[in-house]
T-cell receptor, first 113, second 113 residues
């Protein structure tokens, strides 16, 4: 089954404790992206990657890092989480530049205390 | 600056009626527009898209209209069913240069029996 998986699905952490949210897709997609979703603000892009070792900032990259060492994985790293990073995070992938067929993961709900 | 917004945050319709969800955008350079459906606890799911050189596109029970003159996008759902209850997002896609999606805030569609 074609899918995007994220782990963990739910996470409670404390300020400053480094964490990583994993994202994996099994569709051999080149394009992958991370979004955060906040009430009243919709989905905002954090980082995206057009291929292995190619990443770029989205609209809200501050406080986040990503890496793309393999085609299927695109982890989101919070080196020093802060309460304003409490949010619902979605990973997405699509084939080539086909944003219209972007598949979203199930989401990771993060609470930073 | 770029922005995509929705006229109404909530919409209630009777089962069997047609639903119309509206969206305004501000970036004339967007390449195409996409409608997503997000059910509770899930990631956004692609519904339909439309290229910037088109003004209408039809899918199964859905129609998207694009009016570039007034920068307006709408999603029409025919014969609304209970399963259509969700939050609907419009997004504008820019694939030249920085490839990204800009999402609107979303409209919650509820179906009255």
């Amino acid at each position: 089954e074609a899918q995007v998986t994220q782990n963990p699905r739910y996470l409670i952490t404390v300020t400053g404790k480094k964490l990583t949210v994993t994202c994996s897709q099994n569709m051999n997609h080149e394009y992958m992206s991370w979004y955060r979703q906040d009430p009243g603000l919709g989905l905002r892009q954090i980082y995206y990657s057009m291929n292995v070792e190619v990443t770029d900032k989205g609209d809200v990259p501050e406080g986040y890092k990503v890496s793309r060492k393999e085609k299927r994985n695109f982890p989101l790293i919070l080196e020093s989480p802060s309460p304003n990073q409490t949010s619902l995070y979605f990973c997405a992938s699509s084939l080539n530049r086909g944003l219209e067929t972007q598949y979203f993961g199930p989401g990771t709900r993060l609470l930073v205390l | 600056g770029e922005s995509v917004g929705l006229h109404l945050p909530t919409l209630s319709v009777q089962e069997g009626d047609n639903s119309i969800i509206n969206c305004a955008y501000s970036n004339s350079a967007s390449d195409y527009f996409i409608w997503y459906k997000q059910e509770s606890g899930k990631g956004p799911q692609f519904i339909i898209d439309i290229r910037s050189n088109m003004d209408k596109r039809q899918g199964q029970r859905v129609t998207v209209l694009l009016n570039k003159t007034v920068k307006h996008l709408s999603l029409q759902i025919a014969a609304t069913q209970p399963g259509d209850s969700a939050v609907y997002f419009c997004a504008e896609a820019i694939i030249q240069g920085a490839q990204k999606l800009v999402f609107g805030q979303g409209t919650r569609l509820t179906i009255n029996p």
